[in-house]
């Protein structure tokens, strides 16, 4: 089946504006993950979905950043007023669940995101 | 706060040598996994070890899990160009249930063999 697919694949921005980053799991699996990679860096987790629900977001950098899911199935990452700083790449992933042996995790290929 | 080390952070070889790369921790973790993930794409899942002292083989890799859930190794036997890319450890906190919240990530082994 198909994988984790995710959009736009590239993105380049200006300081300030908002952006929208989306991302399509792994048909059944409940559980979706948001990280992101910066240059040199491991993956900094983000925030995990269980079905539509997000139990933690502390690992959301600023207040400026937001994510959604709806249906248990596609999610989105919003950044406002977007800074130089958040250039990275912004990774999903998901599972068939959270517990056990099914929190493996299947990424999709990333949004590069660069502001300017 | 749990912590993996990766070690070497990079590591250029050449085609035919053998390598091992090592993740640790002062953590027990209840599993981890290895990805591999090339540039321009996303992590993908080698392996998973459960068991303290579980060996895993795929193909010409070789993976092991500390008898105290605290390091791993990754071993590649005559190493192929097609090896080259960052090489990723991830461990599932032991007292999480495997969640999200508990899966800590390694900064990666940059390996690069060359022809």
């Known amino acids: 089946g198909a994988g984790v697919s995710q959009s736009p694949s590239n993105k380049v921005t200006e300081k300030g504006k908002d952006v929208e980053l989306r991302c399509d799991p792994i048909s059944g699996h409940t559980a979706l993950y948001w990280y992101r990679q910066s240059l040199g860096q491991g993956l900094e987790f983000l925030i995990y979905?269980?079905?539509?629900?997000?139990?933690?977001k502390s690992g959301l950098p600023s207040d400026r950043f937001s994510a959604e899911r709806t249906g248990g199935s596609v999610s989105t990452l919003t950044i406002q007023r977007t800074q130089q700083e958040d250039s990275a790449v912004y990774l999903c992933?998901?599972?068939?669940?959270?517990?056990?042996?099914?929190?493996?995790?299947?990424f999709g290929p990333g949004t590069r995101l660069t502001v300017t | 706060t749990q912590l993996l080390e990766q070690s070497p952070q990079f590591l250029s070889i050449q085609e035919g040598e053998n390598l091992t790369v090592y993740c640790n921790s002062s953590s027990v973790f209840s599993s981890l996994q290895w990805y591999r993930q090339e540039p321009g794409e996303g992590p993908v899942l080698l392996v998973t070890?459960?068991?303290?002292?579980e060996v895993k083989k795929l193909k010409r890799l070789t993976f092991q899990f500390g008898d105290a859930r605290k390091d791993s190794s990754l071993h590649i036997t005559a190493a192929q160009p097609g090896d080259t890319g960052l090489y990723l450890c991830a461990g599932a906190g032991i007292y999480s249930g495997g969640g999200a919240d508990g899966l800590t990530f390694g900064k990666g082994t940059h390996l690069i063999i060359q022809p």
């Open positions: 070890v459960v068991t303290g002292g």
């Open positions: 992933a998901s599972s068939f669940d959270v517990w056990g042996a099914n929190y493996e995790q299947y």
């Open positions: 979905f269980q079905g539509n629900s997000a139990p933690d």
